[in-house]
Each structure stands twice: as structure tokens, then as C-alpha cells.
């Protein structure tokens, strides 16, 4: 089967299933080819409902995860997202489709530099990257920015990291899951003028997100 019909049938069978039929997110998901971003001994799984290995023990998430946290948080056109985790690449080209920028960290330089190799030759313009710990966010990060409209965290924490929630501009919204090791709930915290808000949107299980503020080694 040709992937542009398996791309169909993830989309009608794993997503609109689900309960997610926002018009701007299917369209991405149809747009991007995730099987580019998964390793060629892994390619003919890649739109299987289910994460896939990347190698140095990370996964590209499942289709649905991905879908759901873009879904949560509203990308709009003009926001500047932060995303912690680059992995892949593959969700940092589903925003990049939806946002004015996408500024996105990753501690294994090896993965931040074979996804920069694929998004530039897939030819996104809007995306800035960074290796270094995700629980620190875009602190001395290029160019510079201090503050997010949406932050997404595509790595478990024990708790939502301070350095975090500071880099969220009010009225931004940051979605992470938080939790031990083997199950977290996926949060979605959005900023106020007096404080935050917070909201639990059920289980999920993510790779550990190891920094200052995350897990340790």
C-alpha cells in the first residue's frame, strides 16, 4: 500500500476515530510524511498506531499523541512555539506548519542534527535549534526569545519545570506530561495575569526528559 494511502487511513482510523476532526490538524498530519523521519528498518511501520524507535534509546510518539497535544494547545498562526524534544523532527514539522516560529531543543546533538538535516531539506525556513537540556527551555538559545505563546513537551518530567512555566507568555498555554517514569498524566497549564491554571487530560507514557529540572540520569 502506497504511504500517501496509509497517511489516509491513520488519519480516518487513529485520529477522526478518537474524536479529533479540527480541520488545520488533519490537514498536517496528511501534509507531513512521517515515514521521513523514521529509520528505514522501521519505515514500513511508520504509520502504525503505535511510538517506533529512533535510536539512542528515544521514540517518535504515536500519531494520536502527537495529533492530541497540537489539538490541546491551539496553535495559532502567529504564535511562537517552544518545543522540548526535537527527536525526530516529525512534530516539529507538524508545527512548523501551523506557527509563525517554532524554537525547538534537544539534548542528543546527534538526533537535533539529523532532524535539522531533514527539515531544511524539507524546506522550513521558521525553525530554530537548539542542543542542550529541555527542562531549561530556550535560556541562552538563538536567536534570542524570553517568552512562548504555546510550550510542548514531548518528554516526562516528575513535575512541571520552574524555567518552564517563566519562558510562558500569559494567555500561553504549556502541555507536558508529568508523572514517574513508566506512566504520567498529560497537563495542560495555561497562564493568567494572576497565576496558572491547570488541567489533567489523562494517561500517557513518554520517554523520561533528563535535565536540571526533569529526571536525572
Same mark, same amino acid.
Given at each position: 500500500?502506497?504511504?500517501? $494511502?496509509?497517511?489516509?487511513?491513520?488519519?480516518?482510523?487513529?485520529?477522526?476515530?478518537?474524536?479529533i476532526?479540527?480541520?488545520?490538524?488533519? $490537514?498536517?498530519?496528511?501534509?507531513?510524511?512521517?515515514?521521513?523521519f523514521?529509520?528505514?528498518?522501521?519505515?514500513?511501520?511508520?504509520?502504525?498506531?503505535?511510538?517506533?524507535?529512533i535510536?539512542?534509546?528515544?521514540?517518535?510518539?504515536?500519531?494520536?499523541?502527537?495529533?492530541?497535544?497540537?489539538?490541546?494547545? $491551539?496553535?495559532?498562526?502567529? $504564535?511562537?512555539?517552544?518545543?522540548?524534544?526535537?527527536?525526530?523532527?516529525?512534530?516539529?514539522?507538524?508545527?512548523? #506548519?501551523?506557527?509563525?516560529?517554532?524554537?525547538?531543543? #534537544?539534548?542528543?546533538?546527534?538526533?537535533?542534527? #539529523?532532524?535539522?538535516?531533514?527539515?531544511?531539506?524539507?524546506?522550513?525556513?521558521?525553525?530554530?535549534?537548539?542542543?542542550?537540556?529541555?527542562?531549561?527551555?530556550?535560556?541562552?538559545?538563538?536567536?534570542?526569545?524570553?517568552?512562548?505563546?504555546?510550550?510542548?513537551?514531548?518528554?516526562?518530567?516528575?513535575?512541571?519545570?520552574?524555567?518552564?512555566?517563566?519562558?510562558?507568555?500569559?494567555?500561553?498555554?504549556?502541555?507536558?506530561?508529568?508523572?514517574?517514569r513508566?506512566?504520567?498524566?498529560?497537563?495542560?497549564?495555561?497562564?493568567?495575569?494572576?497565576?496558572?491554571v491547570?488541567?489533567n487530560?489523562?494517561?500517557?507514557?513518554?520517554?523520561?526528559?533528563?535535565?536540571?529540572?526533569?529526571?536525572?540520569?
Open positions: 500500500m502506497k504511504f500517501e $494511502d496509509q497517511r489516509k487511513i491513520m488519519i480516518r482510523s487513529q485520529i477522526e476515530a478518537r474524536g476532526h479540527t480541520k488545520k490538524i488533519l $490537514d498536517v498530519l496528511f501534509k507531513v510524511k512521517r515515514h521521513l523514521v529509520p528505514i528498518e522501521n519505515r514500513h511501520l511508520s504509520y502504525n498506531d503505535s511510538p517506533l524507535s535510536g539512542k534509546g528515544q521514540t517518535i510518539s504515536q500519531p494520536y499523541i502527537v495529533a492530541l497535544m497540537m489539538d490541546l494547545i $491551539d496553535i495559532q498562526p502567529e $504564535d511562537k512555539i517552544l518545543e522540548i524534544g526535537t527527536g525526530s523532527g516529525y512534530q516539529t514539522a507538524l508545527i512548523a #506548519e501551523l506557527a509563525l516560529e517554532v524554537y525547538t531543543v #534537544e539534548r542528543i546533538g546527534v538526533l537535533s542534527e #539529523e532532524a535539522k538535516q531533514i527539515l531544511t531539506e524539507m524546506g522550513y525556513e521558521n525553525i530554530f535549534y537548539k542542543i542542550s537540556d529541555g527542562s531549561q527551555g530556550w535560556k541562552k538559545g538563538f536567536p534570542q526569545c524570553n517568552e512562548f505563546n504555546k510550550i510542548i513537551v514531548s518528554a516526562a518530567a516528575p513535575e512541571i519545570p520552574r524555567s518552564l512555566l517563566k519562558q510562558l507568555c500569559v494567555g500561553g498555554m504549556l502541555i507536558i506530561p508529568t508523572g514517574n513508566f506512566y504520567q498524566e498529560l497537563l495542560v497549564v495555561e497562564r493568567e495575569e494572576k497565576g496558572y491547570q488541567k487530560h489523562g494517561g500517557c507514557a513518554f520517554v523520561p526528559l533528563i535535565g536540571k529540572e526533569g529526571w536525572k540520569f
